[in-house]
Structures are given as structure tokens and as C-alpha cells.
């Protein structure tokens, strides 16, 4: 029962342009979402979070947009740098319950 | 100075065989978990520990037993390991075990099983 999906396994886009990456969820009760950032042969780290009770939460390049009557949120990365490169994981919570249930991610190729 | 260390980084045995991995943060948090990701790059939480008490138990045989010396360690036991059990094993910590709290991960444990 996959809970959080990530439905493009990867995405190519141009030094310069946005990128979108897109994340659907199942459970209404969700009220919590994170992305994080995976490169190769390292852990998944911490990139920018919205609670349910917002719809944009921004952070320098990154903007995450939740859509919660289509349980649908996305992450705009502008502009789109090749260090950027890395799997993108999207994450939902209960609020005050950390038990995050990820998606299965998204790799983000940036050429130059 | 890594904030979550995990070893080995490789681990490669054979069926049947007990193993261990180590964790370890040194951010001053109270909560630490294991996820598991498989071949399908599923994500997924096993175990969740806040200060050395078991929060968070998901469906995982009891052949997986974590352990918590104290708050700034949390290591993974196995026994008998079965092929299935090969996969990517995630130590993480976060301050406080709530939602907004992110977590912060180790590099990962790749265990593979022959």
C-alpha cells in the first residue's frame, strides 16, 4: 500500500530553468510534508518542509506548493543549478508523530 | 565530524549468519531511528528510539533487535539473516521525535546477503 507516490522516477532540465517535482498522497490524515535531498552514497538530507494549514512554504531556490483537495504537492527548484543533481524523496507525516512515510523518489539531472 | 555515523559501510555475509551495525550521533538528539530501503527504493521506518526508549516498532521480524546503550546510540542486531533481509539500512536521529523536527541521516549500511 504505497501511501506517498513519486510517479517520475527522473526528471532532466537545464542549468537555469525550474524544475518541478511532483508528489501525490493517499491519506488525508497527512498533515506534515518534507523533501529531502539523496546523492550517491550518502544519507537523504533535509530540504524544505510545509505543514497542512499552508499551501507555498519558500526557501531561497526551493518552493514547495501543497494542494491538499488533490492530495498533491510539488517542489520548484529556480533556478535549477547541476548540483542539484540528487534523488529527491517526498516524505508525509501526522503532525506530532514522526513517522515519516517516504516516496520512492525522483532523479533530478541538471546538465550545464 | 560526522553527525550520523554509521558502520560498516559495506557488510557482506552469508545466510544464516548474525550480524550488527552501529549507529551513532553526536548532535545531542534525543530520537533515533533505522529505516530500510529495499531494491525497490522504498524508504521505510523499522525502529524509532527516544531517549533509549522504543517509540516506534513496525512490522519487522524479531530476528532485527535494536539496542540503545544510551541516547547518542542506536545499533541494529540481526540474526539469521535470510536474503530478503539484503537492502540499504538508514541510521537517523532528529531533537525531538516530532514531525517537524527533521531528521538528519547517516551514509547508510548496504548489507548484502548470499
Known amino acids: 500500500d504505497q501511501q506517498v507516490k513519486q510517479n517520475s522516477p527522473s526528471l532532466s532540465v537545464q542549468e537555469g530553468r525550474i524544475s518541478i517535482l511532483n508528489c501525490d498522497y493517499t491519506?488525508?490524515?497527512?498533515?506534515?510534508f518534507l523533501w529531502y535531498k539523496k546523492y550517491p552514497a550518502e544519507g537523504p538530507t533535509f530540504l524544505i518542509s510545509i505543514s497542512s494549514i499552508k499551501d507555498k512554504n519558500e526557501d531561497g531556490r526551493f518552493t514547495v506548493f501543497l494542494n491538499k483537495s488533490a492530495k498533491h504537492l510539488s517542489l520548484h527548484i529556480v533556478p535549477s543549478q547541476p548540483g542539484d543533481s540528487a534523488v529527491y524523496f517526498c516524505a508525509a507525516a501526522f503532525t506530532g508523530f514522526q513517522k515519516l512515510v517516504f516516496g520512492t523518489g525522483t532523479r533530478l539531472l541538471v546538465s550545464p | 565530524d560526522t553527525a550520523v555515523s554509521q558502520t560498516p559501510k559495506y557488510l557482506v555475509t552469508q545466510m544464516g549468519n548474525d550480524k550488527s551495525i552501529k549507529c551513532e550521533q553526536n548532535?545531542?538528539?534525543?530520537?533515533m531511528y533505522w529505516y530500510k530501503q529495499d531494491s525497490k527504493k522504498f524508504l521505510k521506518i523499522m525502529f524509532s528510539y527516544n531517549n533509549k526508549e522504543l517509540i516506534i516498532n513496525e512490522t519487522v521480524p524479531n530476528r532485527f533487535s535494536p539496542k540503545s546503550p544510551d541516547k547518542a546510540h542506536l545499533n541494529l542486531h540481526i540474526n539469521s539473516l535470510e536474503l530478503g533481509d539484503s537492502a540499504v539500512y538508514f541510521c537517523a536521529s532528529s531533537q525531538d521525535g516530532s514531525s517537524n523536527s527533521p531528521l538528519h541521516f547517516g551514509n547508510g549500511t548496504r548489507l548484502t546477503v548470499t
Open positions: 548532535l545531542g538528539h534525543d530520537t
Open positions: 491519506n488525508s490524515m497527512f498533515d506534515y
